[in-house]
């Protein structure tokens, strides 16, 4: 009997066990206990210095950053002010204002000019010419305020900014280009003045005689002309004249014709002492030169003396160079055959075949034994050869332009 | 027997469950110690930055002030992106790049025209070869401005061109009426494109030396299309057509206005503006290249077509008002006499009388047959007989008007010109 209570006991012990068992296998398992398996995490710290981020285009310090509206104001003293307090520079200050000034006013303006904008036609049907639109004396009184005002505030500005300050640029005179620099500038000082005083004596002499204001003028002359002759030495004073003399104004207009500085300034100072020597003559009575029987011989005269003289010293090439470098139809000539990558050579040719077509009509005009309807055909037939011939000279590709700049003489020939 | 084995069978199996319940309770329990088969090891990197040094913070008293050298660069692209950053509006910041570059660009061209070097003797060719060869520097760097300001502000723009529009005076008024059916900014967009492209235009003539082959006036032509687009993409069409028809109303149609004696409404000047358009290229003409574009004898078709349609819009009679009204002398009769109320037949009839005196003054100086006596009492003769003719026309109020305001004139034009007796010469030296 009592082992049977034993064993009923253990039975149930062993219940209670195997129930035991069953509740501990469903529990969770404890999480760092996955068999087989040992993790160990290593922590290294290190130390680095962060490279700045991505620079941004604007560092402003101060706090909160800088905003341009801080600076910004619709008054303008302020606006500048605000600017200059920030370091901006007067000039950039002065651009700033300047600019926004003008803007404003010209929206004012045209505020202003509303009106006459919605008739515009109606008004120009009127008046017929745009300046006129404002023959309106009320709207020319509000311009006229508005400028005022727009005046004022330049001036309020410039108190703060400064005057804008033009960039002084060399004064060069190249007929003093001989010069040294300083002495440059002292005669541009010189000649600064001296055009000072001529207008104060102009306005002196206003009211005074012919005679007393010419002799005013002459002594005012001389003076400067002392004044200005003590700057140079004789040398310079030598070239300055030579400079100023219409030969040397002459051989500086000279194209096509190769020369240096020096055969230059030597080819104006041969012509310089020709004319000087050589006077031009003048007929007796210069209104009606053709009745001075010695005039035209003087000139024929004179004009040999000179081509002999230019002849011996340039050649005969030379001398035709000369000659023709003076001829402005020469100048067009010689900047087509530029543009077409032509010599200076086809330019000269050209010429000639014009000179000689321009003679030969000449020729054919002054024959009076020749009937008109004769020389009308003539003329014509002379014409159409030069074209010819010119057209084959120039080729095709410069002949329209050559019809443009430099053809209007063919269009003469025939009539 | 039986009940002992069984008892010893119950309590092994106790014992049995027991370890097993032990050990599962030691397993669940147990530190995770545990034996492991494998080892691993994760080595982290732990990264401790120390950033550069952040702005001042926003209560800190010692902040350093906003000072403008911070926005200043030597690269224009910084300094436009500084002034951005800083909200600087975009017109700001293109009146102070503009002048700034403007600046620039006046001394590095300043550099390529100031030689100290003597250059007096030189013949006319090398001096325009010279010129020539200063010219293509200029024209380089000018190019190089403006794809500079072209990269900077997104657009081109032309100093000069604000300038002038921005210059106080009667020109920019004249100008800002002209234009005021469009807005600033259109404005200034189409002063700026007239700028460029005028700039362009003459750079070419100068490089060509004015003598122009036919690809010079293809590319001439070009340079004309390519103002126009630009006007165009600025202007509604509607405003493009405006804006042809006002140029052309600037250009040989003076006379066409009531003050003028030529009866219009301004629907109708308006309308011959558009004939003057359609017959004359008036963006040629603005770039001052109708003359190079066009040969003469295509102007003179255009400005015949012009007179023909001018005809045919107006009528016969209005038409003759409009050629009268080309003469400055029915000008001067017209509006001398217009408050007068002188009817319109008097008023062509003493304008053909006072025509009619001029032409015979001017035969009667240029007479040499006669002597100068003679020829100043023939005019004095003219004169009275004009004067006559003029009372007789406009009426003696009209008349009195007239000879009020140009009295003097129509005494000069019908006597002989005046010669000034010469000083008396101071000798000189």
């Not at chain 1, 023959?135 to 400064?162: F, H, I, Y």
């Not at chain 2, 030529?262 to 008036?282: C, F, M, P, Q």
């Amino acid at each position: 009997m009592s082992l049977r209570r034993y064993i009923l006991g253990t039975v149930t012990a062993n219940l209670a066990l195997v129930g035991a068992l069953l509740w501990q296998a469903a529990r969770s398992p404890s999480p760092a206990t996955a068999a087989g398996l040992n993790v160990t995490t290593n922590v290294v710290t290190e130390f680095v210095n962060e490279p700045a981020p991505p620079a941004p285009v604007v560092k402003v310090p101060g706090s909160p950053p800088f905003h341009w509206s801080q600076v910004e104001a619709t008054n303008y003293l302020t606006y500048a002010t605000n600017l200059l307090a920030i370091g901006c520079p007067p000039e950039t200050a002065r651009d700033v204002l300047v600019a926004r000034v003008a803007d404003a006013f010209l929206v004012r303006a045209r505020e202003l000019t509303r009106p006459l904008q919605g008739r515009f036609w109606e008004v120009m049907a009127e008046r017929g010419e745009l300046k006129e639109l404002f023959e309106n004396a009320a709207l020319e009184e509000l311009l006229k305020g508005l400028k005022a005002e727009r005046e004022r505030v330049q001036v309020d500005l410039q108190a703060v900014l400064g005057k804008a300050v033009p960039a002084e640029k060399p004064v060069r005179n190249e007929q003093f280009g001989h010069l040294p620099e300083s002495k440059q500038t002292e005669v541009a000082a010189l000649d600064s003045r001296h055009g000072e005083e001529i207008s104060t004596l102009n306005r002196e002499v206003a009211q005074a005689t012919p005679a007393e204001r010419s002799a005013k003028k002459k002594a005012l002359r001389d003076r400067q002309q002392t004044e200005r002759r003590v700057l140079f030495s004789d040398g310079e004073w030598d070239e300055a004249e030579l400079r100023r003399s219409a030969q040397a104004a002459q051989v500086r207009e000279l194209r096509g014709f190769s020369a240096t500085a020096d055969e230059l300034r030597s080819l104006a100072r041969t012509l310089r002492d020709f004319d000087t020597t050589h006077p031009r003559p003048t007929p007796r009575d210069p209104k009606q030169p053709a009745a001075d029987p010695d005039y035209q011989p003087k000139v024929e005269a004179r004009e040999t003396a000179r081509k002999e003289l230019l002849t011996a010293r340039l050649g005969q090439g030379g001398f035709a160079a000369f000659e023709r470098g003076g001829d402005p139809r020469f100048h067009t000539l010689l900047k087509l055959a530029r543009r077409l990558e032509l010599p200076p050579a086809s330019a000269a040719q050209w010429l000639d075949l014009q000179t000689a077509a321009q003679t030969q009509v000449r020729q054919l005009r002054e024959n009076v034994d020749l009937p008109a309807e004769a020389r009308a055909l003539a003329l014509l037939a002379l014409r159409v050869e030069t074209e010819r011939t010119l057209q084959a000279a120039v080729g095709a590709r410069g002949w329209s332009a050559y019809q443009r700049h430099a053809g209007d003489w063919l269009g003469q020939l025939a009539k | 027997m039986r009940a002992a084995l069984a008892l010893a069978l119950s309590l092994a199996l106790t014992g049995a469950l027991l370890a097993m319940n032990l050990a599962l309770f030691q397993a669940r329990t147990a530190p995770p110690v545990a034996a492991a088969d494998r080892k691993v090891t994760v080595t982290t990197t732990r990264l401790v930055r120390h950033p550069s040094p952040a702005p001042t913070p926003a209560l800190q008293t010692n902040a350093p002030p906003f000072h403008w050298r911070v926005l200043e660069s030597p690269d224009y692209a910084v300094y436009a992106a500084n002034l951005r950053a800083v909200g600087c509006p975009e017109r700001t910041l293109r009146d102070i790049l503009l002048p700034d570059i403007e600046k620039l660009y006046e001394e590095r061209e300043a550099e390529v025209t100031d030689s100290a070097a003597d250059t007096f003797w030189e013949t006319a060719d090398q001096r325009d070869a010279r010129q020539r060869q200063r010219a293509a520097k200029l024209r380089a760097l000018e190019l190089e401005k403006r794809a500079l300001i072209q990269r900077l502000l997104g657009a081109e723009w032309s100093y000069a061109a604000l300038k002038e529009l921005r210059t106080e005076g009667f020109g920019a008024a004249l100008v800002e009426l002209l234009l005021g059916f469009a807005d600033t900014s259109q404005t200034e967009l189409m002063f700026t494109a007239h700028e460029l492209r005028g700039a362009d235009a003459k750079a070419y003539l100068a490089a060509t030396e004015g003598i122009l082959l036919d690809d010079d006036l293809t590319q001439l032509h070009a340079l004309r299309d390519r103002f126009e687009g630009e006007l165009a993409r600025v202007l509604a069409p509607s405003e493009s057509e405006e804006l042809r028809r006002r140029l052309a109303a600037l250009n040989g149609m003076e006379h066409l206005a009531r003050r003028n004696g030529v009866n219009l409404t301004g629907g109708e000047l308006r309308e011959i503006s558009r004939l003057r358009a359609d017959t004359h290229d008036v963006f040629a003409m603005v770039l001052d290249l109708d003359d190079e574009l066009y040969p003469e004898v295509l102007r003179q078709q255009g400005d015949a077509a012009f007179q023909e349609l001018l005809r045919r819009f107006l009528g016969p009679e209005r038409f003759a008002d409009a050629e009268r009204g080309k003469d400055q002398l029915f000008r001067e009769l017209f509006q001398s006499t217009e408050k007068q109320g002188v009817a319109k037949t008097a008023l062509v009839q003493a304008y053909e009388a006072r025509r009619a005196a001029e032409r015979q003054a001017q035969e009667i100086r240029a007479d040499q047959q006669l002597s100068g006596e003679e020829r100043a009492l023939l005019l004095a003769a003219l004169r009275a007989q004009t004067a006559q003719a003029l009372a007789r026309s406009l009426g003696p109020v009209g008349f009195s008007a007239y000879v009020k305001q140009h009295g003097q004139q129509l005494t000069n034009a019908l006597s002989l010109p005046v010669t000034r007796p010469r000083a008396a010469a101071v000798p000189t030296q």
